[in-house]
């Protein structure tokens, strides 16, 4: 009898976990909760108070389980949008995902994160501070250090690397004319980090990825429309950071190595490192064009009239990086 008992009240325990997850399962964050998660996580009347890691880690749970982010993607209410992106992005939560122990829980968040339904349906939301919110969550350096790290999964970090540089995040990042948006998808695309981190992998795919979000025509004209030199000096570096790792330099695809002179050779691009006059930059960009690889893809895909006003811009670029010493 004590057997059956005490089988019947595992067997009832059991049951009873497995209900509340299907619960959980079925039933989203109501606003009520989600409000209340934003609130704590910043702080509400005691900003940076510490939050008990574990509850951390049961919000992270709850905020992507399928039925919250099927409310995020079908719902009508933007405050409940933009408050779940808000605690989704919070550091906290991120970090929570990281330390857990269940390594479910951070599968879970990047599976959420970067669904390309969310993506789709943010770019369509023409809202500057949710899309900021996303580049936050989706470019945060410790998760882009913790999956790329040396003992972290490639697969994993791949898939990962894949949906941030896919054309529909590329898309999303360059969506709206509004400068805080567009410089911020610029200095997350462009940071070192994630370069390093995309070139660790030593995986073909990835680095053409990352080269085509750079020279994306969109990426081009926004940088250039943005008329802010930190922002121009940033991207210029970055596109020719490839040079300075001849392996990284044979990994491009014959499309991506054509994008990529391309925009190296872009008379408005040429126009806007002239206007710099920054000796480091016109170094750096004449080094890359000066690469063997690079001059062949040039002649081969560069435009006749455009040559003209690059040959003129390489004079006038190796003119100022030599005042400079470079």
Not at 261 to 276: C, F, Q
């Amino acid at each position: 009898m004590l057997r059956k008992l005490l089988f019947a009240s595992v067997a009832g325990a059991a049951l009873t976990v497995g209900a509340a997850q299907a619960v959980a399962a079925e039933h989203p964050l109501d606003a009520t909760t989600l409000n209340r998660i934003v609130e704590t996580l910043a702080g509400g009347d005691q900003p940076g108070a510490v939050v008990d890691q574990k509850r951390v880690e049961e919000w992270a749970r709850e905020l992507v389980e399928p039925a919250t982010l099927r409310n995020v993607l079908e719902t009508r209410d933007t405050t409940y949008v933009e408050a779940w992106l808000k605690a989704a992005s919070d550091p906290k939560v991120i970090d929570a995902a990281l330390r857990a122990a269940d390594p479910k829980l951070l599968e879970g968040w990047l599976k959420a994160f970067t669904d390309p339904r969310l993506v789709t349906s943010l770019t369509n939301y023409a809202d500057a501070k949710a899309i900021t919110r996303w580049l936050d969550g989706a470019f945060y350096p410790p998760l882009i250090e913790a999956l790329a790290g040396s003992s972290a999964d490639p697969a994993r970090f791949q898939a990962y690397a894949d949906a941030l540089l896919s054309p529909a995040t590329v898309n999303l990042g360059l969506k709206l004319s509004d400068p805080a948006v567009v410089g911020k998808w610029i200095a997350a695309v462009t940071d070192p980090r994630l370069f390093k981190a995309v070139a660790a992998t030593a995986q073909p795919k990835l680095v053409n990825a990352w080269v085509r979000a750079l020279t994306n025509e969109k990426t081009v004209n926004a940088v250039i429309s943005l008329t802010q030199p930190a922002a121009i000096q940033t991207w210029l570096l970055a596109l020719t950071e490839v040079t300075q790792d001849q392996q990284l330099l044979k990994y491009l695809d014959p499309a991506t190595q054509t994008a990529w002179v391309n925009a190296l050779a872009n008379p408005k691009v040429i126009e806007s490192l002239t206007r710099l006059g920054d000796a480091k930059v016109s170094g750096r960009w004449v080094q890359a064009v000066s690469d063997p690889q690079v001059i062949t893809a040039l002649v081969g895909s560069v435009k006749p009239e455009t040559m003209i006003i690059f040959i003129r811009a390489l004079s006038q670029a190796s003119a100022t990086a030599g005042k400079d010493g470079g």
